[in-house]
């Protein structure tokens, strides 16, 4: 018998291949059974980088920090240019850099997320979307202590805490879908394309140039309503609009467009990364 004939009859008998991509309702219960490790992974990174550095998790809101303060000088005392009149620009740049260090770090550390534990992937058996999640579940828990030092910039700053400061909850729930979904296309990107993590840095660049981090996408194009709607369309700046809107007097409210853009971009994107991700189950640690 030929190798064929063999596995025809491993087939027949009920017998899978060795890494054989299981259907993609199995491989959710797979993935819900073994979610405790992808939580125990999260906070193993955390713990690991606690000793890898001095300050630890320090830098988790030291980094955001720093660029508000580089780009609050650059753009709110040497520049001097209102870019959105009536609004408080401290806790405006504060909103915008805070959330979107959520979105760059869940993308380049998603990206990473395969690639980086290439031994753990040829060794043991389990579900490979635990890597991804992994990732995000480390940074839902570090940005926990960001939306706290964030608050209290805004409160040093003159913003009062007001009820609509709990809607940053659910702005960040949905917010969490759209970067695991983003997570997951970026890593198995890598995988077939180690290349892609050189273009990762480029393209988290044009996105916080685009998302109106340190001005206002609504009063710079303003007179270029066709680029604004355009512009509009990156979910990224509805989810940091949100935000600023719960919690930045004098900012922009997101219209029923934006509402659409952002809760759209969070459930599509999600779906279609666990799809596209689970398709090449088979081939991560081959490749």
């Known amino acids: 018998m030929t190798q064929n004939d063999y596995s025809a009859l491993a087939r027949e008998a009920g017998l899978e291949r060795v890494g054989a991509r299981p259907p993609i309702w199995a491989y959710l ?13 999260a906070r193993f990174r955390i713990e690991a980088s606690l000793g890898e550095n001095r300050l630890g998790l320090g830098w988790i809101v030291l980094r955001p920090i720093l660029l508000a303060v580089i780009f609050g000088t650059i753009f709110g005392l040497i520049l001097s240019r209102d870019t ?4 408080n620009f401290i806790p405006f740049l504060v909103v915008g850099i805070f959330i979107f260090e959520f979105f760059s770090k869940s993308f380049s550390a998603g990206a990473k997320s395969i690639t980086s534990n290439s031994s ?10 635990l890597l991804p999640i992994a990732k995000i579940i480390q940074q839902v828990f570090e940005l926990i202590p960001m939306l706290i030092v964030m608050g209290a910039i805004l409160l040093i700053f003159g913003e009062p805490v007001t009820w609509a400061w709990l809607l940053v909850i659910p702005v960040m729930v949905l917010m969490t879908l759209f970067n695991t979904g983003v997570a997951l296309i970026a ?15 480029l393209v988290t660049r044009v996105l916080f140039y685009s998302s109106g981090i340190f001005y206002s996408l609504e ?24 935000v600023r809107q719960f919690t930045v007097s004098g900012s922009d ?18 779906l279609v990364g666990v799809v596209f991700f689970w398709r090449a189950e088979e081939r991560y640690g081959r490749d």
């Open 29 to 41: 219960k797979d993935l819900w059974a073994t979610r405790h490790f992808a939580i125990l992974l």
């Open 84 to 87: 959105r009149p009536g609004v």
């Open 120 to 129: 753990l992937v040829r060794s043991m058996s389990f579900p490979r979307m």
């Open 187 to 201: 890593a198995r990107l890598t995988v077939h394309v180690r290349d892609v993590t050189q273009i990762i840095p």
């Open 219 to 242: 009063a710079v194009l303003e007179d270029r309503p066709g680029i604004l709607a355009v512009a509009q369309l990156n979910p990224v700046h509805g989810y940091i609009t949100l």
């Open 253 to 270: 409210p997101l219209g029923t467009p934006g509402w659409i853009v952002v809760t759209a971009g969070a459930v599509v994107t999600f």
